[in-house]
Structure formats: structure tokens, C-alpha cells
């Protein structure tokens, strides 16, 4: 059984920064692509940031604030936020496009808490 646990969410000041990492556990063989969504009240899911080793990509109002890195060895993923904003303020989950032997699937993790408030 596979599972991603995320850590690293908080309250912080506008203009602050935060590092999230999100682990992944379990029996895995390939991961393909490691990404962060978030979800607001009241509002849908939305990614945030995507890499696949090869490539990352973001969402316009992040790129140049957010970035994305992985850890294959550790099968664990971070997301670097600088100069935050009330906007941001968000449940951030983790997801993951893996292969655990038999077959490749998605998985998200829990959900951690970013507020942004001053």
C-alpha cells in the first residue's frame, strides 16, 4: 500500500515563505511525475506545480515564487513558496503518477494547511 504524507504547512506573514515536502512510502518502483495542487473555500482543486524529472511546470500566479524539486532517492517531493500571499492561502496536497509493481497509479496525499494572514 502506498502513501504520501505531507509536511511543512503553517501560518505565515505575507511575504514569507514556506517548504513543503510530501513523502511517498510504500512498495514503489517508478515514480513518473510528482505535483502539488491546492484547493481555497469555496473554490476547485487546482495544480500548482508539476515535474516529471524532465520538465516542470507551474501555474501562472506562482511561476517566479513557487518551485518545485524531487528527491528520487528519498521518493519525495518539496515545494519551495517565497513571497507569500493572502491568495495562497490554501489546503496544498500532494500527488503522485506512480508504478508500485503491478501497475501505475495516482495518489494524493492528506492535505496540510497554508495560511497566509497577516
Known amino acids: 500500500q502506498v502513501q504520501l504524507v505531507e509536511s511543512g504547512g503553517g501560518l505565515v506573514q505575507p511575504g514569507g515563505s514556506l517548504r513543503l515536502s510530501c513523502a511517498a512510502s510504500?512498495?514503489?518502483?517508478?515514480?513518473?511525475?510528482m505535483a502539488w495542487y491546492r484547493q481555497a473555500p469555496g473554490k476547485q482543486r487546482e495544480l500548482v506545480a508539476r515535474t516529471s524529472g524532465l520538465s516542470e511546470n507551474y501555474a501562472d500566479p506562482v511561476k517566479g515564487r513557487f518551485a518545485i524539486s524531487r528527491d528520487n532517492a528519498k521518493n519525495t517531493a518539496y515545494l519551495q513558496m517565497n513571497n507569500l500571499k493572502l491568495e495562497d492561502t490554501a489546503v496544498y496536497y500532494c500527488n503522485m503518477y506512480l508504478h508500485d509493481g503491478s501497475t501505475w497509479s495516482e495518489y494524493w496525499g492528506q492535505g496540510t494547511q497554508v495560511t497566509v494572514s497577516s
Open positions: 510504500g512498495r514503489i518502483f517508478n515514480i513518473a511525475s
